[in-house]
């Protein structure tokens, strides 16, 4: 017999303290779990009995529904016996009926990302759901134009509704959740065809976006298919259906010449285009580290004149020997050190520690506006190529090895005075 146990998973518990409720199904030693869709604090939760204590609002209730949900499970369990899985039982317990669409599994994954601070991939899986939704209300009947024109409109004024929102993003995930209307039986290779159309034709995606928003598809039908709400067999990915290919943008790195443009050119201290300046090559000289991680790093990262930081996008931990150059960028900003301890450059200064949403918030902001003064730098310099934050990235890793060590070096100052004339009073 299985053993069946109503559980509090604190370990996916959110940013409001409270964590979700599951039924607990162990056999053999491999346990799963089924979530029952409520969510308590852990003072209101009693472990040892299973249930809600008296201090959670309508304790009685919930308690009586988690009987309920108890002697469901333990009924299956009884009539199966030992004949199947602790993964069979869970998908008798949760049924083929208890059909979830793909909006509302997509939304529960979207709260999760948000609950672990993935704010980034939260907000970019909400703007699939909306173009999806935009897709299925399409009107054909009317001017292609006008219906692009719409679609703008609503994209506006869902924008607009954000700013006065105190959580748009959630609000998005619970619009979503009460949306039914669209299932993964629905999604074939003729729905991928023509939503791929759709993107392309009216929200003007290029190819890589609309990949990025199949591959999400792809995710939501493999957690559907594991979790027993749609049969494998209408996997649209599978076989000779559709196929997903990677593809790589026209990225083109700066040569030497053009970068010492950017580094000799002159601009007015302490203006925001002096510091996209300084910022860029700063990402530069670091060998290619990401704008967002720039834009955070702070004086205490820097020790043994070496920078120490966790790279935001995987986490993983890196330490780079600062180079000549870039202590002559930071040198400039040693004198606001005394007023600030905490972010090297301004743009997030007056973000919330306490809130790294706030500070994902002011990083993307930011993050926008030095790649509009990126291209006004791109102007004065006569350099025709993209410009952008990430260009830094391919620039570096697209020279030699000869070419990025010259580049180290300050133009027309021997390297030892250089060093001796940029003096950091580092940690």
């Not at 979830?100 to 990302?113: M, N, V, W």
């Not at 759901?129 to 004024?157: C, T, V």
Request: hydrophobic share 35%; aromatic share 12%.
């Amino acid at each position: 017999m299985a053993s069946i146990k109503v559980v509090r998973r604190k370990n996916k518990e959110r940013n409001d303290g409270t964590a979700p409720l599951a039924l607990r199904i162990s056999k053999n030693y491999a346990t799963n779990y089924c979530f029952l869709g409520q969510y308590v604090l852990e003072k209101d939760w009693d472990n040892k009995k299973g249930i809600v204590k008296k201090s959670y609002p309508n304790s009685q209730r919930l308690n009586n529904y988690l009987r309920v949900k108890l002697t469901e499970a333990n009924n299956v369990s009884f009539q199966n016996n030992d004949s199947i899985s602790s993964k069979e039982m869970k998908k008798k317990i949760v049924g083929f009926k208890v059909k979830k669409s793909f909006f509302f599994l997509a939304s529960e994954r979207i709260e999760q990302k948000y609950d672990q601070e993935v704010f980034s991939v939260a907000k970019s899986e909400l703007s699939t759901l909306y173009n999806i939704e935009e897709f299925l209300n399409l009107n054909k009947s009317i001017n292609k134009e006008k219906a692009i024109e719409a679609i703008m409109q609503r994209r506006k004024d869902r924008i607009s509704r954000g700013r006065n929102s105190k959580n748009p993003t959630l609000d998005g995930v619970f619009y979503f959740k009460k949306n039914k209307r669209l299932s993964f039986q629905d999604i074939n290779m003729s729905f991928i065809n023509r939503y791929k159309t759709f993107c392309t034709a009216y929200l003007g995606q290029k190819t890589r976006t609309v990949t990025n928003q199949l591959i999400f598809i792809r995710t939501m039908f493999n957690a559907a298919i594991k979790d027993g709400i749609v049969d494998p067999k209408y996997y649209p990915f599978a076989g000779d259906k559709e196929k997903i290919k990677l593809t790589s943008g026209n990225k083109i790195g700066l040569n030497i010449n053009e970068i010492e443009c950017i580094e000799l050119l002159e601009l007015e201290e302490d203006s925001t285009i002096w510091h996209t300046k300084n910022i860029w090559l700063l990402a530069f000289y670091f060998a290619g580290i990401r704008i967002s991680d720039i834009l955070k790093l702070k004086w205490s990262d820097f020790k043994d004149d070496r920078l120490y930081y966790i790279m935001n996008k995987n986490e993983k931990p890196l330490s780079l020997k600062i180079p000549i150059k870039a202590k002559s960028i930071l040198y400039k900003y040693e004198k606001e050190r005394s007023f600030n301890e905490n972010y090297i450059f301004p743009f997030l200064r007056n973000a919330d520690p306490k809130q790294a949403e706030d500070i994902y918030r002011k990083t993307k902001n930011s993050t926008k506006q030095l790649n509009k003064y990126l291209k006004v730098i791109g102007i004065k310099c006569g350099i025709t190529k993209n410009l952008s934050n990430h260009i830094a990235r391919h620039s570096f890793g697209n020279m030699g090895v000869l070419a990025q060590l010259c580049l180290l070096l300050l133009p027309g100052v021997p390297p030892g005075e250089e060093a001796d004339r940029v003096e950091l009073t580092l940690p």
